[in-house]
């Protein structure tokens, strides 16, 4: 059995890390890929992991234009800078820093996000999760909250943790009503300390660190695996997690999901169960039909 059992607790361990590779999507926005690439195609049900940060107006300003989806759920969320969004039936708005929106497209939906600045700093990350088969042409949904909806967890020892979805510490995150059961936190660890998380056996579980770096998957008699800024820890099966923040502190996202175990094909914005529904996507989208 992966990790160690104390108290009963199966505690999950590091099974392998991904560094980000420098990439671009949408008009040429630089990003920063762990999951989707060549190195890590997909963790069911995760599908990409993309974070967007630079100062420079040249590696974000053209955005991502009009571009359809269907058959999965895109997560965006932002820590500095504006992106305005809108669709195909007229819905819009603005993303700022510390707001998530969960978007399931669903049977369809072509939208655009573009940065409503030119310089300084554009930050956050776009994750990507499967829906099940009977979900993938469900009518297209949004949950969409500003920072002040997001619940933060305040930990004594200086950690924080802020609930996109899933529990920590008994609070509950925004978004709800997800097939796959997500767990989305972003932790903050001070140097030196130690944060511990449930999670549910037999989901998928990823940590991203963006900000400094800790020992993954550690145990309280010995050290994790070192994970620094811009690297992906894919995790063992268990009960928990413990992480320890390095001299530098740690900042983190914590992902966790049910796999779906169905097949997967993927073409692009489409992602489907079989050939035959991604060329109708395909179809749809070229006669005007996807979404409708």
Not at 139 to 163: K, L, M, N, S
Not at 212 to 222: F, I, L, R, Y
């Amino acid at each position: 059995m992966d990790g160690e059992v104390a108290g009963m607790v199966t505690l999950r361990t590091v099974a392998r890390v991904v560094r980000a590779r420098d990439t671009s999507d949408g008009a040429g926005v630089k990003l920063r890929r762990s999951l989707g690439g060549p190195e890590l195609d997909s963790a069911d049900p995760f599908l990409l992991l993309d974070e967007f940060r630079s100062e420079s107006g040249d590696d974000y300003a053209a955005g991502f234009p009009d571009h359809p989806h269907r058959g999965f759920e895109t997560v965006t969320y932002m820590l500095a800078g504006v992106m305005r969004h809108e669709d195909h039936s007229g819905n819009r708005g603005e993303l700022v820093p510390g707001s998530v929106q969960w978007m399931t497209a669903g049977r369809g939906i072509i939208h655009s996000e573009m940065p409503q600045q030119r310089d300084g700093l554009m930050w956050g990350f776009q994750l990507w999760v499967n829906l099940p088969a009977k979900d993938k042409m469900m009518a297209p949904r949004y949950q969409e909250f500003p920072p002040e909806q997001i619940p933060v967890v305040h930990r004594a020892d200086g950690t924080t943790v802020r609930v996109v979805a899933g529990e920590s510490e008994g609070v509950s995150g925004a978004v709800v009503g997800i097939a796959t059961q997500p767990l989305y936190l972003d932790v903050a660890v001070p140097a030196g300390q130690s944060y511990e998380q449930a999670t549910p056996t037999g989901h998928t579980g990823l940590v991203y660190v963006f900000e400094g770096e800790a020992e993954v998957g550690a145990s309280a008699t010995g050290a994790g695996t070192r994970v620094a800024a811009s690297q992906l820890a894919v995790l063992t099966d268990g009960e928990a997690l413990r992480v320890v923040a390095r001299a530098t502190g740690v900042r983190f996202l914590l992902l966790a999901a049910q796999p779906l175990h169905e097949p997967v094909v993927r073409y692009g914005p489409f992602v489907m169960n079989t050939r035959a529904e991604i060329d109708q996507a395909i179809r749809d989208f070229q006669s005007g039909a996807l979404g409708r």
